[in-house]
């Protein structure tokens, strides 16, 4: 019964995650602003900020189905002028799935120039660009099944390929196949303060530049085969935040994503409440619920406290999947911290001199 339900599972992942297996995706997609958008490097009011996101999926069905953690650093460091600057930061991700253990990791960094298009900085229009070194490798390769293996009742020949060197960037006898390749995406982004009480975010990344070959298996004109690269993938994403009142706020969001042949649209509604204690800062307690079209509902939870932001995730799946994993979707944490260090002012000591 177990290897009919894993078998579906499979099944159902070939028809609608295409781009699960392909790229990592989040459900709190705003708090991986680096894997998002490149452009958003540097974005936002501070010295630095570091966080990280973890996302667990399918293991209702599949031991390790998908396990991604990912971290990130980014800083505001230069002033151009005296109202442009420039960010640069730093990602990194490693997503592991299957009980072949297929595991992609990735250095990357990045960097953006922000524009202030008015005096007061209140709309600023951003271009980043990130660059690193991603690698891909099956862990456990001998609990692979191909057809042939299937149908003949003996070790698959791919399996022997790889163990006799035959694979990607494993050597001889080696049992981890790997490859590895150069990643470059490039990002757009604009943001506007349109009152005292509200703002938008508005941005783009076209990632995967360079179509950089990911396959394990080379071939002397596997150049000219399209099937063996990676393709572009189209990031677009917007966000909108409205004070209603001193304690209450609402921050609707969308996030589209494209890599060939798959598609994926998310919606969600965040909505905020500010407790005031009589003593110590205020805390924001954050909720909502989301979207993913054709895929799974999702149950939204954060807190607000002086620079920390904290976010929990649960996707409810809604589509044929549930029939496996009993609407057991993806379940995620992240956090961030944005640090604020200020110089301290130097003042000059005056000598008063009264008149006599």
Known sequence: MKLIKTLFFALCLLTIGKLQAQDIHWTSYNMSPLTMNPALTGSYEGTFRIGGIY????????????????????????????RNWIGVGAVLFQDVAGTAKL??????????????????????????????QVTRKIGDFQNLTFEDGILTGAPSQEIQRFNSGGGG??????????????????????????????SMELGVSARHLINP?????????????????????????????????????????????NLSPASQFQIQGWAG?????????????????????????????GVDYKDFRATAAYDVTLSSLNAVNNYQGGFEIAVWYIAKIFKKPEIKPAILCPHL
Do not use: C
């Open 55 to 82: 996302r667990d999926q399918y293991r209702s069905v599949v031991s390790n189905a998908y396990s991604t953690p990912s971290a990130f650093v980014d800083a505001p460091i230069l002033m151009i002028g005296k």
């Open 169 to 198: 960037g494993g050597g001889a006898g080696q049992n981890e196949p790997q490859t590895d390749y150069t990643d470059l995406s490039v990002g757009l982004l604009f943001k506007s303060k349109m009152s005292k009480t509200s």
């Open 103 to 132: 595991t992609t990791s990735s250095f990357q960094l990045s960097g953006a120039f922000h524009l202030a298009m008015d005096k007061k900085s209140q709309n600023v229009l951003t271009l980043g660009a990130q660059w690193g």
């Open 273 to 301: 409440y500010k407790l005031t204690p009589e003593e110590g800062e205020p805390i924001k307690l954050n909720f909502g619920l989301g979207y993913r079209a054709a895929d799974a509902g999702q149950v939204l939870l």
């Open 213 to 257: 070959e990911y396959n394990f298996i080379s071939t002397n004109n596997n150049s000219r085969n399209p099937d063996r690269r990676l393709g572009n993938r189209i990031i677009a994403h917007t966000r909108f935040d409205f004070e209603l009142t001193d304690k209450w706020s609402i921050a609707p969001t969308a996030y589209f994503t």
